[in-house]
């Protein structure tokens, strides 16, 4: 929550990692991985923009040819660990077409291994779709009660907790079924997190923004979405909650980063407002490394210039 600072979501599974890469032709081990992964942290001057990045099962544990782990890398940087410790959203039984994130089984002994590999906060994202349906008070209830005792044994072991409650922006809805749903799930996971005994001024708040489905026929403008985001934090997001990094949620690089700024021109805001961006910070730089050694320089200067212009996005306004 640095002023300026953003974080690097970095989390992607395997396979999520697998489809990324297949759809430009770049062959996906474990290798593979580990060089992409290699040459986003180590792009020069990163931490001057990016606080923190999130590393998936696999990263956290894998070590270059140097025999030095992403951990270690990093910190030398000066950007801090993170580890996904939710295992994915799996159908909610009873409720067809909704899921509930699992993961808490063992929880408290994985928080414990992974503190001891170097990872100082979390991440646990939830799933909220939005249909004629859904979702039900059932599925956001369910989601917001792993949620906050994900974010309690987090503090009891150690790490900083990002509570991530994404409301999809798939389908056709308008900006005003996205800011009604994403009240309803806020409302019901700050009241596990109260429940639960949550020090919201040692979590991280990873919310999705208010804006209309991505076929939706009634789009909307920059300031509006800021307005509505803004409005619908203000209401339902505590004062004490130690920061707010946004999800990008599929949008276009561009849309994020200009939503954000507008939000932080809003202000003054109760909490900090920036990003954890994995796609928006991502997806350029991959087209252009596709696999060859001979893009990284390329590589590395179109995260840093993404990484630059969300920084400066998250600067609220004099």
């Known amino acids: 929550m640095a002023r300026g600072k953003g974080i690097l979501a970095a989390d992607e599974?395997?396979?999520?990692?697998?489809k990324r890469f297949d759809k430009l032709s770049i062959t996906?081990?474990?290798e593979t991985r580990?060089?992409?992964r290699e040459l986003l942290f180590s792009s020069p001057g990163l931490s001057e923009w990016i606080s923190g990045v999130i590393l998936y099962d696999e990263t956290i544990r894998q070590n270059n040819p140097e025999g030095r782990g992403f951990v270690e890398m990093l910190d030398k940087w000066g950007i801090i660990?993170?580890?996904?410790l939710d295992t994915g959203?799996?159908?909610?039984?009873?409720?067809?077409?909704?899921?509930?994130?699992?993961?808490l089984d063992g929880l408290n002994q994985r928080?414990?291994?992974?503190?001891?590999?170097?990872?100082?906060?979390?991440k646990w994202r939830a799933v909220i779709s939005i249909s004629e349906t859904s979702p039900t008070d059932a599925c956001i209830e369910a989601n917001a009660h792993a949620l906050a005792r994900y974010a309690k044994i987090c503090q009891e072991g150690g790490l900083v907790p990002i509570v991530e409650p994404e409301v999809l922006m798939d389908g056709e809805h308008s900006i005003e079924v996205c800011y009604s749903v994403t009240e309803r799930t806020l409302l019901a996971v700050f009241e596990q997190l109260r429940v639960q005994e949550v020090k919201l001024e040692a979590m991280i708040l990873k919310p999705s923004m208010?804006?209309?489905a991505s076929d939706s026929p009634a789009q909307v403008s920059t300031t509006e979405v800021a307005e509505?985001?803004?409005k619908c934090y203000l209401r339902n997001v505590p004062a004490a909650v130690g920061g707010i990094a946004l999800l990008s949620g599929g949008q276009k690089e561009e849309n994020a980063t200009a939503h954000l700024a507008a939000m932080n021109k809003l202000g003054p805001l109760p909490w900090p407002l920036t990003f954890s961006y994995g796609r928006a910070l991502q997806d350029r730089p991959m087209r252009i490394w596709g696999g060859k050694q001979e893009n990284s320089s390329d590589t590395q200067a179109a995260l840093l210039e993404l990484a630059q212009a969300n920084s400066q996005a998250s600067i609220p306004s004099s």
């Open 13 to 18: 599974s395997t396979p999520t990692l697998t």
């Open 28 to 30: 996906s081990t474990a």
């Open 34 to 36: 580990m060089a992409w």
């Open 81 to 84: 660990a993170g580890i996904k």
């Open 89 to 103: 959203a799996k159908p909610l039984a009873g409720f067809i077409g909704e899921t509930v994130t699992e993961g």
């Open 111 to 122: 928080v414990e291994e992974y503190y001891k590999l170097g990872a100082r906060f979390a």
């Open 210 to 212: 208010v804006l209309p």
């Open 228 to 230: 509505a985001t803004v």
